[in-house]
């Protein structure tokens, strides 16, 4: 069937700031369906408040609004662009879900917008678990028993109905969040009622345990001719009982016979076109029993996925593109294969390796926790091996994560170890290695972990391979072997206590190297056309000459390959903005005709659509991996600036293995990143510095901190971004700090800087060619210094500096970033006080707020940094004007971050040195209050206009507080303080009732909160003595869903943006605006920026 | 340590590891690209004299089984692997792959690197090939295989189908169809689909008279799949046309299609490389809707050389070539995907319901001669 043409506009939702469970897949799926969409000549508006994706660059859609995700600013939307379709199943369960509450509020039927991709109806059987059951039942289907609840009486009994354990799911929640399985009627109760909470339509489902039960989950598409192709199985090897976000996870399915697989199928897609999907791309779930082989559907997810995504990555079958050309109309046969050319969508890939995703957790932040059906991990590596084994190790050390391979975990004791294998985690599959080490028999851990003995075997014949690496002679026999079971140089080296160089000497001396075979959709049966490759051992090197492999050239001439390294897997503090610039400069340099070559691991990402480089390699980002591509590719140069940390820490080997580094070399980064070099650079430029002082013992740390002056910001020297950092604020708090970080390592320094309280922090992105240096963006951050610039709200332009702050930080980037021997991307951070500036940091590469700035002022940074990086000097590609100041903008654009606290119960929900958020958001409007409450909004904290607020705030914000409570009190809120902050109140002629502490008398406060008398919470702190009480305050807070502000500086910007609301609200509202409309109001300097880099 | 060998034609050789009976087997190497399914594949009879190659390395995990046989005997040339699973993992699972391997006889091989085979194949099309585990010198086993045969021209089905007549073992319903099946290498996919009609089966040896057949008075006729090439089953294509003329519902699969397209005076050629696998698309002209099949051939019928009363109604999606066929006026109709899979998705068992309709139009037609 043709594509529909009473459509003419679609409006495309995207998922909002990356969360837990909802990561840059949505931009990958977005980006892919917004590109097919206007490739079919549809006029496309997006609406996304997340600014670091690819999908809101301005040239993607026609209309891109950076706009809180919420239904009253879609319907503002809709009312102004008045699109005759949505398509809201690329945008995660956000999405969805908005869809639904348009749906629901009329919006959609007032102004004639169809649903496309997936109807209400189908979301609905999907998405409500009860109408979802009842389905498979008359269906026919098996499914566990359940029972869906709306009171804790309910659940009790559900609970005793069942029989433990129990798995609690809350209803429409992201990642499975507020569920869990509980043992006893005890831990019911207090889950249900979280849950019950949680869930927005106030339903939790009880559900028959089927934990510890194989996991499968099929990719399947369907047309509205009823095609329908299953792109890839995937099976879990974690069992059912670990939410598959967090399951290590292996595509093809291994350990189910065709008889099985088929039959799983035959009720795929009967499970699909029973809840009535009709068009696009479905996820389902099943789980089955090992003992009897009884199968059972889990769940359906009507829309692209996270593991759609992973799918499209594993097979080559790209899902969400041919998802939204299902949705206006085509069918699966009209569809192209994109990576044949030759033949039709309608099929079902057939792949010839093994793809393993391996998740990430953020363990260094949050600690270890046990996993169960919430997910926790913030991000997945994706490796392909011609066999399981090949693939496990290569994700493995695609994670980053310190192992180099498949390692095993230390385990103290055997009961640390069974311990460890009972309890799934991010550690248990280096339990399962020290317990095959012991010899412990594959069947006994299948028991205990519920892992597929299958696996387990393969594993085993790692561990027995190891045995004979550290024994045997490193024979050209012995290194073969070892590669094709994905060993690493680095792994083999340890084994054989060598250097990792030398087993490279010695391996490569062997003639021992690596073959790039295609990921091509059909197992070679048919020539591809797209050079997506991934890294094998398995070839036999005794063959004749082999036929085509991966072919060295594919497109016409060009002006050369450039190798751009990826960021690897998503972690705090570097995610989806680093791709972000990578995916710019691979557009850059096919702008500019050279042929880029993406190296990435990544399979959430853009920069890992075959789409979007000109040759992909799906590769761990390690330093044998990639120099072995660059041995093949031969390339001008490489870029590592752009991908974050990962890159940047293979700069200097990379360099010393003789590879070109494009832009800012090695040596400058080590002037930035070594304190000494970095202490001298900033002397001679006369520029400020915090004090500081270096101590190896408790004695020297409180020497310095006693000559720095209390606070102090104390860090080991070992760790990076923010990790393990605190500020400490007198005497006993260092020495037991000290005592406590001197012991844990050997590396044993600490790092000893003056905390420059109630200072202001700026963040600038620059970019030099080494004669001139544009300033890109300066920003203000919100919060005070002392806050992780990663955590901190800011705002472009600053909203509060004077223009000779300005002057200053502009002539001190640019001195620094000749200075420093800059080229390309810079990020500088400074702290003003009392007038003075300081330089905190600068990285010479991509930082986490290019996005922002690029979104804010609609240029593209990263790009213009790509250029300098080939040699195009930097006058060439932005006007003089722009060199001498930074760009104008006659609007406001606010980053706000999101974070992850509710996901991990028990955790103090406050903002500290230390990066915790996940994603940001922008707001952007004419004005602060009005960008400022826009990014609340869009972060997911709706500030209220009228009700109660609680304050409470520690000493040193008493002062600060009193216009705050004046302007709150001016604003018709009402004040409850507890006895000493009301009385200071009170002192001040501020009216407050009081309010009883926790433990000193009901209701307390945390009653309060939970009684939803509280529309506001300020609690700020205390840096000194933190009272248990304000972890409870603000812990009720973020359960409950109740706004809560933990510093002044915020308070105050939610005060304006308060206010601003209020005023807005008696018009229409917070107004709507397309970000390519805030750009026609810049200057021509502005817009023609970096605009016409073939030229340049 | 290699202890096995494969070597094609064309002078590639392919070290490797020994994961069956001892001993020395020629065929044509193909590749299948199922990704599951190894042991239908195995024991169907059509892969007969061929070596069969899986592009899937990961061979055996889920072991073998009884309920899962497509024939008596597996009667494959050979077996290629990239890695064979000695330790299987399935509820099902009797025996491991290997085992099955010694214990019926089949030669086998892993450690080969099937995607430069598979390359390989692709380029140069179907080649002759041996795998051995008694002579490990590559030359002396290239100069057999220049000297063995080749498949075109061989007529397998004869040493593919049962020795003599059979009625398959699952219970008829009382108001179920009497099939004939003639048997060119039957899967047992085939038997098990009709017998979910409720039909009562009849299994005839391939050189069965057609006289025979209609004595059995069956309400519909199927010609199995077969290995080999069918203008060398020219008894195959003359038994076809006399049952396609005699009024009796046809069916014919794989090589039954080639057959019935032979005896109407079509021309069947060899493809390069064939269609091995479970994933390849086919629309149906008319509804237009596409199944994804199970495909195991090497022979196709050429479009051009139909006559005007045999209709094309299936083609594949993937390289245009004729899926299927219907004759205008006689109750005929055949494929050449397999609708019954085993392996592969179920997508095609609509033919053996479009079968009995025309069963049931028979008879109610009879009926009312009557």
Not at chain 1, 183 to 212: D, F, R, T, V, W
Not at chain 2, 6 to 14: N, R
Not at chain 2, 121 to 135: N, P, Q, Y
Request: glycine share 8%; with cysteine.
């Amino acid at each position: 069937m043709p594509k529909r043409t009473d459509l003419k506009t679609i409006l495309v939702v995207g998922s909002g700031p990356i969360v837990i469970g909802q990561a840059c897949e949505f931009d990958y799926s977005g980006t892919q369906g917004v590109k097919a969409l206007r490739a079919e000549g549809y006029r496309v508006v997006l609406v996304n408040s997340n600014p670091a994706t690819i999908m809101t660059d301005p040239d993607m859609a026609e209309a891109t609004y950076i706009e809180p995700l919420t239904p009253e600013i879609l319907e503002r939307v809709i009312a102004r662009e008045r699109p005759q379709a949505l398509l809201a199943t690329l945008g995660g369960q956000t999405a969805l879900n908005l869809a639904v509450a348009l749906a629901e509020r009329g919006t959609l039927e007032k102004y004639g917008v169809e649903l496309i991709g997936a109807n209400l109806e189908a979301i609905r059987k999907a998405e409500d678990r009860q109408m979802f059951h009842r389905c498979m039942l008359e269906l026919g289907l098996d499914v566990p028993r359940s029972l869906s609840v709306a009171d804790l009486a309910a659940a009790e009994s559900a609970g005793r109905e069942l029989g433990f354990p129990v798995i609690v799911r809350a209803s429409f929640t992201l990642g499975g969040a507020g569920g869990g399985i509980v043992y006893h009627q005890g831990e019911l109760l207090a889950k249900a009622q979280a849950a019950l909470q949680m869930s927005p339509i106030h339903q939790i489902l009880l559900e028959e345990s089927i934990l510890g039960w194989k996991e499968y989950e099929l990719e399947v598409m369907r047309d509205r001719k009823d095609n329908f192709v299953v792109v890839c199985p995937i099976e879990n090897i974690d069992p059912m009982g670990v939410h598959t976000g967090d399951s290590v996870t292996v595509a093809p399915a291994q350990t189910l016979s065709d008889r099985e697989y088929q039959a799983m199928r035959d009720d795929a897609r009967r499970v699909v076109s029973a809840v009535g999907v009709e068009t696009g791309g479905c996820n389902v779930q099943f789980a089955v029993d090992p003992e009897t082989g009884r199968r059972v559907v889990v769940e359906i997810n009507p829309r692209v996925s996270r593991s759609s995504a992973l799918a499209s990555k594993a097979t080559g079958f790209p899902i969400a593109k041919i998802a939204a050309k299902l949705a206006v109309g085509y069918t699966l046969d009209e569809i192209a294969n994109d990576i044949t050319k030759a033949t039709p969508a309608c099929f079902e890939p057939a792949i010839d390796y093994v793809v393993t995703k391996v998740p990430r957790f953020a363990v260094e932040k949050f600690g270890e926790f046990a996993l169960d059906t919430a997910m926790k991990s913030v991000g997945e590596v994706m490796a392909v091996g011609r066999t399981f084994k090949e693939s496990l190790q290569k994700a493995l050390r695609g994670l980053e994560g310190g192992v180099k391979g498949f390692e095993s975990a230390r385990a103290a004791s055997e009961e640390d170890l069974m311990k460890g294998l009972a309890t799934p985690s991010s550690a248990r599959l280096g339990f399962v290695k020290a317990a095959l080490e012991r010899a412990m028999a594959a069947e006994e851990i299948a028991k205990i972990t519920g892992i597929d003995p299958w696996f387990l075997d393969q594993m085993a014949e790692l561990v027995l391979f190891e045995a004979r690496i550290a024994r045997e002679p490193l024979s050209a026999e012995l290194m073969r072997e070892a590669k094709r079971l994905g060993f690493s140089d680095a792994q083999i080296a340890r084994t054989r206590r060598s250097a990792e160089a030398r087993v490279r000497a010695r391996r490569q001396a062997l003639g021992v190297r690596p073959a790039f075979d295609l990921i091509d959709t059909c197992a070679g049966e048919f020539e591809s056309k797209t050079p997506y490759f991934y890294s094998t051992y398995a070839g036999a090197p005794s063959l004749a000459p082999v036929a085509q492999r991966a072919p060295r050239k594919t497109r016409g001439p060009k002006n050369g390959k450039v190798v751009i390294l990826g960021s690897g897997p998503n972690r705090i503090g570097q995610g989806i903005e680093f791709d972000y610039c990578c995916v710019q400069a691979c557009q850059a340099l096919r702008e500019m005709g050279h042929e880029s070559v993406m190296i990435n691991c990544n399979p959430e990402t853009v920069s890992t659509d075959y789409d979007t480089s000109d040759r992909l390699y799906f590769e761990p980002l390690t330093l044998e991996d990639v120099l072995e591509i660059i041995d093949f590719e031969k390339p001008l140069g490489v870029v590592a600036q752009f991908g974050g940390q990962t890159p940047l820490n293979l700069a200097r080997p990379l360099a010393e293995a003789g590879v070109k580094i494009l832009g800012t070399q090695p040596r400058a980064i080590d002037l930035a990143e070594d304190r000494k070099l970095f202490g001298r650079v900033l002397k001679s430029l006369k520029l400020l510095a915090p004090q500081s002082g270096i101590a190896e013992n408790p004695r020297q740390a409180l020497a310095a901190a006693r000559r720095i002056g209390y606070p102090v910001m104390v860090r080991p020297s070992y760790v990076l971004g923010g990790r393990a950092m605190e500020i400490v604020y007198d005497d006993a708090s260092l020495k037991a700090l000290a005592a406590k970080a001197l012991s844990a390592s050997e590396h044993s320094s600490l790092l000893i800087d003056r905390f420059l309280a109630d200072a202001t922090e700026i963040d600038v992105d620059a970019v030099s060619d080494g004669k001139d240096v544009f300033v890109a963006g300066v920003m203000e951050h919100i919060e005070e210094a002392g806050i992780h610039s990663g955590d901190s709200a800011c705002t472009l332009p600053t909203h509060s500096l004077s223009p000779m702050v300005l002057d200053a930080v502009c002539r001190a980037t640019k001195s620094l970033a000749l200075k420093l021997g800059v080229r390309g991307l810079v990020n500088v951070q400074y702290a003003v006080k009392d007038g003075a500036l300081y330089v905190l940091e600068a990285n010479p590469r991509a930082s986490r707020t290019v996005p922002f700035v690029s979104k804010a002022s609609g240029i593209p940074v990263a790009k213009i940094a790509t250029a300098v990086l080939m040699g195009r000097p930097l006058r060439r590609l932005v006007s003089a004007k722009l060199l001498k100041a930074p760009p104008r903008l006659p609007y406001v654009a606010t980053k706000e971050v999101v974070l992850p606290f509710i996901k991990f119960p028990g955790l103090d929900p406050k903002l500290g040195p230390e990066m915790k958020s996940t994603g940001e958001v922008m707001g952007i409007d004419r004005d602060f209050p009005r960008s400022f409450a826009k990014s609340q909004e869009a972060s997911g904290m709706s500030l209220p206009k009228a009700g109660t607020v609680f304050l409470s705030v520690k000493d040193e914000d008493k002062a600060a507080i009193i216009p705050v409570a004046r302007e709150l009190l001016r604003l018709g809120f009402t004040l409850i303080a507890t006895r000493r902050t009301r009385e200071f109140l009170v002192r001040h002629g501020l009216e407050a009732s009081p309010v009883a502490k926790i433990g000193e008398g009901k209701p307390d406060v945390a009653d309060l909160i939970r009684q939803k008398a509280v529309s506001l919470v300020v609690n700020t702190p205390s840096g000194k003595r933190e009272r248990a009480d304000g972890f409870i305050i603000r812990r009720t807070a973020l359960e409950l869903d109740v706004p809560f502000i933990t510093n002044i500086r915020s308070c105050q910007a939610a005060l304006g943006a308060i206010s601003a609301a209020k005023a807005a609200s008696g018009s229409d509202g917070l107004e709507v605006r397309p970000i390519q409309d805030y750009y026609r109001d810049l200057g021509p300097e502005v817009r023609s920026a970096g605009r016409r880099l073939a030229a340049s | 340590m290699a202890n096995a060998l494969l070597v094609l034609e064309d002078g590639s050789v392919f070290p490797g590891r020994s994961c069956g009976a001892p001993g020395e087997s020629f065929g044509e190497a193909v590749f299948h690209t199922a990704m599951t399914g190894y042991q239908e594949i195995i024991s169907d009879p059509s892969y007969m004299g061929q070596l069969v190659a899986m592009t899937y390395p990961h061979i055996g995990n889920y072991g073998v089984t009884p309920e899962d046989e497509e024939s008596d005997k597996p009667r494959l040339a050979g077996f290629i692997a990239h890695e064979i699973c000695a330790k299987p993992s399935n509820w099902r699972s009797a025996e491991s792959l290997p085992e099955y391997f010694r214990r019926r006889g089949v030669v086998a091989i892993d450690g080969v690197d099937t995607r430069a085979l598979t390359l390989r194949l692709r380029e140069k099309g179907a080649l002759r090939g041996a795998i051995s585990t008694v002579d490990l010198d590559a030359k002396s086993l290239l100069a057999k295989v220049l000297r063995s045969p080749s498949l075109i021209g061989a007529d397998l089905a004869k040493a593919a189908t049962c020795e003599k007549a059979f009625t398959w073992s699952e219970r008829a319903s009382p108001q179920g169809r009497r099939v004939a099946v003639m048997d060119f290498g039957a899967k047992y996919g085939i038997l098990r689909r009709l017998a979910a009609l409720g039909a009562e089966i009849r299994v005839f040896p391939a050189l069965t008279k057609p006289e025979e057949i209609l004595a059995f008075k069956p309400d519909g006729i199927v010609l199995s799949n077969g290995p080999g090439d069918p203008a060398a089953a020219a008894y195959g294509a003359r038994a076809a046309k006399a049952l396609a003329e005699s009024g009796v519902p046809v069916m014919g699969i794989c090589l039954g299609h080639q057959l019935l397209a032979l005896a109407f005076g079509a021309k069947t050629f060899k493809l390069k490389f064939g269609h091995h696998g479970a994933n390849h698309p086919v629309m149906d002209l008319e509804s237009g809707r596409v199944a994804v099949t199970s495909q195991n051939h090497g022979f196709g019928v050429d479009p051009e050389s139909l006559p005007r009363f045999l209709r094309l109604t299936h083609k594949s999606l993937n390289d245009g070539t004729c899926e299927g066929l219907a004759h205008a006026e006689l109750p005929v109709f055949s494929l050449q995907f397999h609708p019954e899979a085993s392996p592969g998705p179920h997508d095609a068992w609509g033919a053996f319901p479009r079968f009995e309709a025309l069963m049931s139009r028979r008879r109610e037609a009879s009926l009312r001669h009557a």
